[in-house]
C-alpha cells in the first residue's frame, strides 16, 4: 500500500484522543462494559467520536477539529458528561490515568473487532498487556516538510509531554517507582519508539516504501512511534502522553503543544539532526523514571540540568504565543504544577498513602474526572 499523500490542514489546529477505563463500582476494578457503553453513547449528538480500543474495559473518545485548547475543552465537557449519565445507568464509572492500578492483564478481554484480533494473533500476550491509556494530540502543519520539521522538533520536548501527563505509576496493584510506566508497555513493540530523522516528505516516502517492501509494514498504523505523521489528518500525532485524570488537564496539555508549535513555526529555533536523538532514549527513561523530577540532557549542548527547569525555561519563550490562542491560563496552570513538583502521578500517591487501598484511589479518581472537587 502506497504511503497516502499529506492532506491540507490549518495550521496549528488540534485533536485530541483520549482513552479511558471502565471500572465497576464494587472494587474499582476494570470491567468489560465498552459495547453497552458506544450503545448508550450513539444516542447523544456530540462533537468527535467515541470508539472501542483493544480491550473491552477500554473506550475512546476524541474531539473533532478544535483552534484552542479552551475549544478542546468545550468539546471533552459535553462528551465527558455524556460518559457520566451513560455509566451511571450502567452502574460502572470512567476514569482517567495511564495504567489501572491493580488490574490483571490476563483477565482482560480483546474487544471483538478484526484488527483487533489480528494484533492479538500476532503480538500475544502483548495485546492484553496494551491494556494502558493515553492522550494523543494532533497539531495541524502547514505542509508534509513542515510536519517532519515539526515532529523532530517536538521529539526534543518529549520528556516534557511526558512528565506533565504521567499518571501511571502503578501497575498490577504494585508502585512501579515510575511517574509512567505506561510507556515501558508501548516500548515493548517492535516498531515503536522514534521515527527516522529525516527531514523531506520525499526521503519519507523512500523510507516507507522501503519498510513496506520487507513486509513489515503495511500502512502508518502500523509504526507505534512516539511521534508519528498522520497524512490523512494533515497533522503530526504525538503519543507519549498519560491519559491525565481530568479533561481540564488534557486540553492544558493541547494548549502547551500547541503554543510550543506555533513557537517552532514563527521562530525555527533550531534544525533538527539525527545527533538530536543520541540523548533521546535517556531524556525519555529519566521522564517515565522521576517525571518532573528528572534530569534532562539538553541535545545541542549536551548540558545536563532539571527538567523542570527546562519546562519552565520553554514555558517563557512560548508564553506569547499561549496568549494569542488563549491558552495563557492553561499553560499558567502547568507552570503552577511545575514549580511544584505536581502531576497526576504524585496525586495518586499521595492518595494512596492516604487511603492505602487502591480501589478507593480508583474511586476517588474516577470523582476528578466527573469534575467533582477532590
Known amino acids: 500500500m502506497p504511503l497516502e499523500a499529506f492532506q491540507h ?17 464494587n472494587d474499582y476494578d476494570l470491567a468489560p462494559y465498552a459495547t453497552d457503553m458506544l450503545r448508550l453513547m450513539e444516542k447523544y449528538q456530540l462533537p468527535g467520536s467515541v470508539v472501542p480500543e483493544m480491550t473491552s474495559s477500554m473506550i475512546e473518545i476524541s474531539t473533532g477539529i478544535c483552534h ?29 490515568g495511564g ?33 494502558i491509556f493515553g492522550q494523543h494530540i494532533h497539531i495541524g502543519c502547514p505542509d508534509a516538510d513542515a510536519a517532519l520539521l515539526m515532529l523532530h522538533r517536538m521529539s526534543r520536548y518529549i ?10 505509576p502503578y501497575v498490577q496493584g504494585q508502585d512501579t517507582a515510575f511517574d509512567s510506566a505506561r510507556l515501558n508497555s508501548v516500548f515493548a513493540f517492535p516498531l515503536s519508539g522514534r521515527a527516522p530523522c529525516v527531514l523531506t516528505w520525499k526521503e519519507f516516502e523512500a523510507y ?31 503519543r507519549v502522553c498519560d491519559t491525565p485524570l481530568t479533561i ?19 521562530t525555527q529555533p533550531f534544525t533538527p539532526t539525527e545527533d538530536d536523538y543520541l540523548v533521546y532514549t535517556y531524556n525519555r527513561f529519566q521522564a517515565c523514571r522521576f517525571g518532573l523530577d528528572a534530569v534532562y540532557v539538553e541535545p545541542g549542548s549536551g ?35 511545575v514549580a511544584n513538583s505536581h502531576n497526576d502521578a504524585r496525586w495518586l500517591r499521595e492518595r494512596q498513602a492516604k487511603e492505602q487501598l487502591l480501589g478507593e484511589v480508583s474511586r476517588q479518581a474516577s470523582r476528578r474526572f466527573r469534575g467533582e472537587a477532590i
Open 9 to 25: 490542514s490549518e495550521p496549528l489546529t488540534l485533536g485530541v484522543e483520549l482513552e479511558l477505563q471502565l471500572v465497576n463500582t
Open 68 to 96: 484552542s485548547a479552551a475549544e478542546v475543552l468545550g468539546q471533552l465537557s459535553p462528551i465527558r458528561d455524556a460518559l457520566v449519565k451513560s455509566a451511571d445507568k450502567l452502574n460502572i464509572a470512567v476514569v482517567g
Open 99 to 131: 495504567t489501572h492500578p491493580f488490574q490483571q492483564w490476563h483477565q482482560q478481554r480483546i474487544y471483538d473487532k478484526a484488527r483487533f484480533h489480528e494484533l492479538s494473533a500476532l503480538y500475544g500476550y502483548l495485546t492484553k498487556q496494551f491494556t
Open 159 to 168: 520528556p516534557h509531554f511526558i512528565a506533565l501527563s504521567a499518571s501511571s
Open 208 to 238: 516507507f516504501d522501503k519498510m513496506t517492501a520487507t513486509g513489515v509494514v503495511k500502512s502508518m498504523k502500523d509504526f507505534y512511534w512516539d511521534i508519528r505523521p498522520k497524512p490523512e489528518f494533515g497533522t503530526i500525532e504525538i
Open 248 to 266: 481540564e488537564r488534557a486540553a492544558a496539555l493541547a494548549g502547551y503543544v500547541q503554543a510550543l508549535a506555533a513557537w517552532f513555526l514563527d
Open 303 to 337: 548540558q545536563h540540568m532539571p527538567l523542570s527547569d527546562h519546562i519552565l525555561q520553554t514555558m517563557e519563550h512560548i508564553t506569547p504565543y499561549a496568549a494569542r490562542y488563549g491558552a495563557a491560563p492553561a499553560l499558567q496552570a502547568l507552570r503552577n504544577d
